[in-house]
């Protein structure tokens, strides 16, 4: 069983502009994202995709939107990768989560696998969800190649899954808006080919 994913986070939204927490929160591509969507979709328009996928919010949606449409297919939405649910901190940014939840904000930066959020998720959660939507791609795209479109917690989660890393690495890995990364699952075996490309000229 193999499956070659392209695996992209969304593009830029003004939340990400803004070092807001987005989580759950269905924000739109701003102007910005929108040229980063297309940018990826022509740089894509010449590889065989069997599928495009998406989150559910808008602006993985937008992005799988734009590639699927140079390819005449239309887009599935998978509610397995949609972002992690960041609770009371959405809507925040980085600095006032940090002085209103200091405590579970140090410990989210230093060891993220321990921590649920406030009236959201915990990331063994997210984690259980994106690799069993995962296992239903390699099961339904056996010997194919497919596009999926999510966001920073189960990007990053799905290339630690990869390279056989755990969640606490979780911050070791960068994740810019429209940056695309290739992942090959084998039987027993997976493989980085590219990680967090952003330049689609």
Not at 40 to 45: D, G, Q, T
Not at 56 to 71: D, F, G, N
Not at 79 to 87: N, S, T
Request: aromatic share 6%.
């Amino acid at each position: 069983m193999s499956l070659r994913l392209f695996l992209l986070r969304h593009g830029e939204t003004q939340w990400n502009r803004e070092g807001r927490y987005q989580g759950c929160v269905d924000v739109r591509l701003c102007p910005e994202g929108v040229a980063q969507a297309e940018a990826v979709s022509l740089a894509l328009a010449e590889r065989p995709l069997a599928a495009i996928y998406s989150s559910p919010l808008s602006r993985a949606l937008e992005t799988a939107e734009a590639i699927a449409a140079r390819h005449g297919l239309a887009v599935g939405i998978d509610p397995a990768f949609r972002e992690i649910c960041h609770g009371l901190w959405e809507g925040l940014t980085a600095g006032e989560v940090r002085r209103r939840f200091p405590d579970l904000y140090a410990q989210w930066r230093a060891t993220p696998e321990t921590v649920t959020m406030p009236e959201g998720e915990s990331l063994t959660e997210v984690r259980a969800r994106v690799l069993d939507g995962l296992e239903r791609l390699r099961a339904k795209h056996d010997d194919e190649t497919v596009c999926l479109v999510a966001h920073g917690t189960p990007v990053r989660l799905l290339i630690l899954e990869a390279l056989g890393l755990t969640p606490e690495r979780l911050w070791a890995l960068g994740c810019p808006p429209a940056g695309l990364s290739e992942l090959e699952f084998n039987s027993g075996s997976a493989a980085l080919r590219r990680l967090n490309v952003v330049n689609h000229g």
